[in-house]
Protein backbone atom coordinates (compact mmCIF):
# COMPACT_ATOMS: atom_id res chain seq x y z
CA UNK A 1 0.00 0.00 0.00
CA UNK A 2 1.37 3.49 -1.17
CA UNK A 3 1.27 6.17 1.33
CA UNK A 4 1.63 10.04 0.09
CA UNK A 5 1.77 12.99 2.03
CA UNK A 6 1.10 16.35 0.77
CA UNK A 7 2.63 18.77 3.74
CA UNK A 8 2.76 22.19 3.93
CA UNK A 9 2.29 24.69 6.50
CA UNK A 10 -1.04 25.72 8.11
CA UNK A 11 -3.24 27.04 5.27
CA UNK A 12 -0.48 26.45 2.08
CA UNK A 13 -3.33 24.97 0.20
CA UNK A 14 -3.37 20.85 1.28
CA UNK A 15 -6.70 20.44 0.99
CA UNK A 16 -7.79 21.99 -1.95
CA UNK A 17 -5.24 20.88 -3.86
CA UNK A 18 -5.34 16.99 -2.23
CA UNK A 19 -8.48 17.11 -3.69
CA UNK A 20 -7.84 17.77 -7.25
CA UNK A 21 -4.99 15.43 -7.37
CA UNK A 22 -7.32 12.63 -5.69
CA UNK A 23 -10.01 13.01 -8.45
CA UNK A 24 -6.97 12.63 -11.15
CA UNK A 25 -5.76 9.69 -9.33
CA UNK A 26 -9.48 7.72 -9.55
CA UNK A 27 -9.45 8.81 -13.09
CA UNK A 28 -7.03 6.77 -13.29
CA UNK A 29 -8.80 4.01 -11.62
CA UNK A 30 -6.68 4.26 -8.91
CA UNK A 31 -8.28 3.25 -5.53
CA UNK A 32 -7.84 5.87 -2.93
CA UNK A 33 -8.29 6.68 0.82
CA UNK A 34 -7.90 9.81 2.35
CA UNK A 35 -6.35 10.34 6.22
CA UNK A 36 -6.82 13.70 7.33
CA UNK A 37 -5.30 15.22 10.77
CA UNK A 38 -6.93 18.01 12.57
CA UNK A 39 -4.88 18.97 15.62
CA UNK A 40 -6.98 22.44 15.65
CA UNK A 41 -10.33 22.45 17.16
CA UNK A 42 -12.82 22.87 14.07
CA UNK A 43 -12.53 19.83 12.22
CA UNK A 44 -14.52 19.60 9.02
CA UNK A 45 -12.58 18.47 6.53
CA UNK A 46 -12.82 14.76 6.12
CA UNK A 47 -17.04 15.63 6.48
CA UNK A 48 -16.17 17.69 3.37
CA UNK A 49 -14.23 14.72 1.31
CA UNK A 50 -16.81 11.99 2.11
CA UNK A 51 -19.83 14.32 1.40
CA UNK A 52 -18.21 14.32 -2.38
CA UNK A 53 -18.19 10.30 -2.00
CA UNK A 54 -14.98 9.59 -1.45
CA UNK A 55 -13.40 7.03 1.38
CA UNK A 56 -11.66 9.43 4.34
CA UNK A 57 -10.25 8.73 8.00
CA UNK A 58 -10.01 11.88 10.23
CA UNK A 59 -7.67 11.24 12.88
CA UNK A 60 -7.85 14.20 15.76
CA UNK A 61 -6.12 14.75 19.19
CA UNK A 62 -2.58 15.30 18.07
CA UNK A 63 -0.19 15.41 15.63
CA UNK A 64 -0.37 11.98 13.66
CA UNK A 65 3.90 12.10 13.42
CA UNK A 66 4.37 12.20 16.56
CA UNK A 67 1.52 11.99 19.34
CA UNK A 68 -0.53 9.83 18.51
CA UNK A 69 1.54 7.84 15.25
CA UNK A 70 0.37 4.81 16.68
CA UNK A 71 -3.35 6.04 15.78
CA UNK A 72 -2.11 6.63 12.46
CA UNK A 73 -0.74 3.24 11.56
CA UNK A 74 -4.19 1.95 13.03
CA UNK A 75 -5.83 3.66 10.58
CA UNK A 76 -3.44 2.34 8.19
CA UNK A 77 -4.03 -1.26 8.87
CA UNK A 78 -7.96 -0.91 9.12
CA UNK A 79 -8.03 1.28 6.00
CA UNK A 80 -5.86 -1.81 4.30
CA UNK A 81 -8.25 -4.36 5.44
CA UNK A 82 -11.85 -2.66 4.88
CA UNK A 83 -11.03 -0.97 1.70
CA UNK A 84 -7.59 -1.97 0.46
CA UNK A 85 -6.55 1.34 -1.11
CA UNK A 86 -3.84 1.60 -3.85
CA UNK A 87 -2.99 4.78 -2.54
CA UNK A 88 -3.71 6.35 0.75
CA UNK A 89 -3.39 10.23 0.39
CA UNK A 90 -2.45 11.90 3.57
CA UNK A 91 -3.01 15.47 4.75
CA UNK A 92 -0.69 15.98 7.65
CA UNK A 93 -1.37 18.79 10.16
CA UNK A 94 0.68 22.03 9.31
CA UNK A 95 3.10 21.46 11.71
CA UNK A 96 3.75 17.91 10.81
CA UNK A 97 7.18 16.84 9.61
CA UNK A 98 7.54 14.69 6.73
CA UNK A 99 10.03 11.76 7.70
CA UNK A 100 8.19 11.73 11.26
CA UNK A 101 4.87 10.71 9.18
CA UNK A 102 6.80 8.40 7.36
CA UNK A 103 8.03 6.76 10.13
CA UNK A 104 4.48 6.51 11.88
CA UNK A 105 3.32 4.70 8.47
CA UNK A 106 5.85 2.13 8.40
CA UNK A 107 4.72 1.36 12.07
CA UNK A 108 1.37 0.01 10.45
CA UNK A 109 4.30 -2.56 8.81
CA UNK A 110 4.10 -4.39 12.62
CA UNK A 111 0.45 -4.08 13.29
CA UNK A 112 -0.99 -5.43 10.12
CA UNK A 113 0.56 -7.64 7.76
CA UNK A 114 1.17 -4.60 5.20
CA UNK A 115 4.19 -3.36 3.37
CA UNK A 116 4.11 0.15 3.24
CA UNK A 117 5.55 2.18 -0.22
CA UNK A 118 6.30 5.87 -0.26
CA UNK A 119 5.52 8.02 -2.56
CA UNK A 120 7.37 11.15 -3.06
CA UNK A 121 6.95 13.71 -0.31
CA UNK A 122 5.11 16.85 -1.30
CA UNK A 123 5.26 20.00 -0.08
CA UNK A 124 3.41 23.01 -0.56
CA UNK A 125 4.80 26.52 0.12
CA UNK A 126 2.61 29.66 -0.17
CA UNK A 127 4.59 32.56 -1.80
CA UNK A 128 2.00 34.77 -0.84
CA UNK A 129 2.89 34.59 3.16
CA UNK A 130 6.57 33.67 2.22
CA UNK A 131 7.76 36.72 4.20
CA UNK A 132 5.49 35.24 7.94
CA UNK A 133 7.19 31.76 7.30
CA UNK A 134 10.82 33.00 6.94
CA UNK A 135 10.39 34.70 10.10
CA UNK A 136 7.75 33.46 11.89
CA UNK A 137 7.71 29.56 11.52
CA UNK A 138 11.10 29.47 9.89
CA UNK A 139 12.79 26.19 11.45
CA UNK A 140 9.10 24.04 11.29
CA UNK A 141 9.24 25.23 7.59
CA UNK A 142 13.04 24.56 7.15
CA UNK A 143 12.30 21.15 8.04
CA UNK A 144 8.85 20.86 5.71
CA UNK A 145 11.03 21.90 2.80
CA UNK A 146 14.16 19.78 3.79
CA UNK A 147 12.62 16.34 3.88
CA UNK A 148 10.28 16.79 0.54
CA UNK A 149 10.78 15.48 -2.45
CA UNK A 150 9.25 18.07 -4.21
CA UNK A 151 8.34 21.39 -3.34
CA UNK A 152 5.59 23.53 -4.94
CA UNK A 153 5.20 26.70 -4.78
CA UNK A 154 1.37 26.72 -4.68
CA UNK A 155 -1.09 29.66 -5.34
CA UNK A 156 0.69 30.81 -8.52
CA UNK A 157 -2.29 32.50 -9.38
CA UNK A 158 -1.96 34.53 -6.49
CA UNK A 159 0.87 35.30 -5.68
CA UNK A 160 3.96 38.27 -7.11
CA UNK A 161 6.81 37.18 -9.16
CA UNK A 162 8.72 38.56 -6.80
CA UNK A 163 7.67 36.48 -3.97
CA UNK A 164 7.36 33.56 -5.90
CA UNK A 165 11.17 34.19 -6.97
CA UNK A 166 11.73 34.24 -3.21
CA UNK A 167 10.29 31.39 -2.38
CA UNK A 168 12.38 29.72 -5.07
CA UNK A 169 15.45 30.86 -3.63
CA UNK A 170 14.65 29.77 -0.11
CA UNK A 171 13.72 26.13 -1.23
CA UNK A 172 16.98 26.00 -2.98
CA UNK A 173 19.29 26.90 0.11
CA UNK A 174 17.57 24.36 1.96
CA UNK A 175 16.91 21.87 -0.38
CA UNK A 176 18.93 22.31 -3.56
CA UNK A 177 17.99 18.36 -4.32
CA UNK A 178 14.45 18.87 -4.92
CA UNK A 179 12.41 19.15 -7.74
CA UNK A 180 10.77 22.68 -7.51
CA UNK A 181 7.26 23.75 -9.23
CA UNK A 182 5.01 25.62 -9.43
CA UNK A 183 1.34 24.85 -8.22
CA UNK A 184 -2.23 26.21 -8.48
CA UNK A 185 -5.70 24.53 -7.83
CA UNK A 186 -7.34 27.37 -9.39
CA UNK A 187 -5.72 26.97 -12.32
CA UNK A 188 -4.67 23.30 -12.38
CA UNK A 189 -1.09 24.45 -12.85
CA UNK A 190 1.41 21.28 -11.55
CA UNK A 191 -1.66 19.23 -10.37
CA UNK A 192 -0.96 16.61 -13.25
CA UNK A 193 2.72 16.68 -12.02
CA UNK A 194 1.61 15.71 -8.31
CA UNK A 195 -0.67 13.07 -9.83
CA UNK A 196 2.31 11.58 -11.99
CA UNK A 197 4.61 11.68 -8.89
CA UNK A 198 1.96 10.00 -6.69
CA UNK A 199 1.03 7.56 -9.09
CA UNK A 200 4.23 6.76 -10.54
CA UNK A 201 7.33 7.55 -8.03
CA UNK A 202 8.37 6.60 -4.96
CA UNK A 203 10.50 7.80 -2.35
CA UNK A 204 12.65 6.31 0.55
CA UNK A 205 11.78 4.65 3.86
CA UNK A 206 12.77 6.36 6.77
CA UNK A 207 16.09 6.50 7.84
CA UNK A 208 17.27 7.45 10.88
CA UNK A 209 20.62 8.10 10.52
CA UNK A 210 19.85 10.54 7.94
CA UNK A 211 17.00 12.02 9.73
CA UNK A 212 19.90 12.69 12.24
CA UNK A 213 22.60 13.90 10.15
CA UNK A 214 19.74 16.61 8.57
CA UNK A 215 19.09 17.77 12.41
CA UNK A 216 22.82 18.35 12.32
CA UNK A 217 22.71 20.55 9.43
CA UNK A 218 20.05 22.14 10.02
CA UNK A 219 20.76 23.29 14.37
CA UNK A 220 24.37 22.20 15.02
CA UNK A 221 25.96 25.07 12.46
CA UNK A 222 26.85 22.55 9.30
CA UNK A 223 27.61 24.52 6.03
CA UNK A 224 24.55 24.57 4.85
CA UNK A 225 22.66 27.68 5.77
N1 LIG B 1 -5.42 31.87 -4.88
C1 LIG B 1 -5.36 30.62 -4.44
N2 LIG B 1 -5.87 30.31 -3.22
C2 LIG B 1 -5.80 29.03 -2.83
C3 LIG B 1 -5.23 28.01 -3.61
N3 LIG B 1 -5.29 26.85 -2.93
C4 LIG B 1 -5.89 27.14 -1.77
N4 LIG B 1 -6.20 28.44 -1.66
C5 LIG B 1 -6.86 29.12 -0.54
O1 LIG B 1 -6.01 29.06 0.59
C6 LIG B 1 -6.77 28.86 1.79
C7 LIG B 1 -6.30 27.61 2.49
O2 LIG B 1 -6.55 26.48 1.67
P1 LIG B 1 -6.65 25.00 2.26
O3 LIG B 1 -6.69 24.08 1.10
O4 LIG B 1 -7.71 24.90 3.27
O5 LIG B 1 -5.23 24.92 2.98
P2 LIG B 1 -4.72 23.81 4.00
O6 LIG B 1 -3.25 23.76 3.84
O7 LIG B 1 -5.47 22.55 3.82
O8 LIG B 1 -5.10 24.47 5.38
P3 LIG B 1 -5.06 23.79 6.84
O9 LIG B 1 -5.62 22.40 6.68
O10 LIG B 1 -5.91 24.69 7.68
O11 LIG B 1 -3.61 23.79 7.25
C8 LIG B 1 -8.23 28.78 1.34
O12 LIG B 1 -8.80 30.05 1.51
C9 LIG B 1 -8.14 28.42 -0.14
O13 LIG B 1 -9.23 28.88 -0.88
C10 LIG B 1 -4.72 28.38 -4.92
O14 LIG B 1 -4.18 27.57 -5.70
N5 LIG B 1 -4.80 29.70 -5.27
MG1 LIG C 1 -6.53 21.36 5.18
Request: glycine share 10%; net charge neutral; aromatic share 4%.
Amino acid sequence: MKVAQVAGFLGSGKTTAMMKIVDGLMRKGLRIAIVVNDVGEISVDAKFIESHGLKAKEISGGCICCQIAGTFADTLVSLHKSFDPDIVIVEPSGVAIPWGLKRAAEYSEEKGNIVIEHAPVITLVDPTRIGMLMKAVRRLVETQIREADVCFINKADAAAEADIETTREFIKSINPKAEIGLMSSKTGLGIDRAIQLIAGCRSDRYDESMEREMLKKQYGGGSHA
